[in-house]
């Protein structure tokens, strides 16, 4: 699985859109980019995840570059809540299904 | 949250000792995956079950066992337990199938090893 870069943390205020970019220069033509959030002491959370075309759904939006080297997960309202550590994993999406974690982002939503 | 349990919530033991862990899975599916997630760390994989077998296993020593029953709840037993064994234990469910391989966690089992 190839290797994710993301900046060790991060803050935002809270209404504002959050944004948090995720490196995978080395993403293969079969793997997804992941993303996915922990609040203190739970397990994950799953966020959401794309191959190559931006997605969105009730929690957030992925936006993958064309050349698909690289990723920015948006909170479009960031909240107290959103306060967590994110993780953005690539991942093929057929065999082996491990998720490879790395050390994340922590966001920090700010009053 | 995710309909993925983990039971007991906490648990301390002595070095040496034995545990098991349990995980029931969402409904619908079928493979469950661990994860080791030391203070500090993002989790590590530890193996998968699908359809009661091991589908992978990451850097872990034999005595990190675990099995899939038929309604696809799993175990992780870890034998002779170490001081660094003191984690936070994950487990995931997924649908091996396709496109919906999303995993989803359960709430995790916080072990101390004294």
């Known amino acids: 699985d190839a290797k994710t870069t993301q900046p060790t943390s991060m803050d935002c205020a809270e209404g504002r859109a959050a944004n948090l970019p995720c490196n995978h220069s080395t993403i293969s033509g079969n793997e997804y980019v992941y993303w996915y959030r922990q609040i203190h002491s739970q397990g994950p959370q799953y966020i959401i995840h794309?191959?190559?075309n931006n997605e969105t759904n009730e929690m957030a939006s992925l936006i993958i570059t064309e050349d698909r080297k690289s990723s920015t997960l948006i909170l479009p309202h960031a909240t107290l809540r959103d306060t967590a550590v994110y993780y953005c994993i690539v991942k093929v999406i057929q065999g082996a299904q491990k998720l490879v974690f790395g050390q994340g982002t922590r966001l920090t939503i700010n009053p | 949250e995710t309909g993925v349990t983990q039971s007991p919530t906490h648990l301390i033991k002595t070095r040496g000792q034995q545990v098991t862990l349990r995980c029931s899975s969402q409904?619908?599916?079928?493979?469950v995956s661990w994860y080791q997630q030391a203070l500090g760390q993002g989790p590590q994989f530890i193996f998968q079950?699908?359809?009661?077998?091991?589908?992978g296993r990451g850097n872990f020593p034999p005595r990190f066992s675990g099995l899939q029953f038929p309604n696809y709840s799993s175990e992780l037993n870890v034998n002779a337990l170490e001081l660094d064994d003191s984690a936070l234990y994950l487990c995931?469910?997924?649908?091996?199938?396709?496109?919906?391989?999303?995993?989803?966690f359960g709430p995790g089992t916080r072990l101390l090893v004294l």
């Open positions: 409904s619908g599916h079928n493979t």
């Open positions: 995931a469910s997924s649908l091996n199938m396709g496109l919906k391989e999303t995993q989803y």
């Open positions: 079950y699908y359809r009661e077998e091991e589908n």
């Open positions: 794309g191959l190559k």
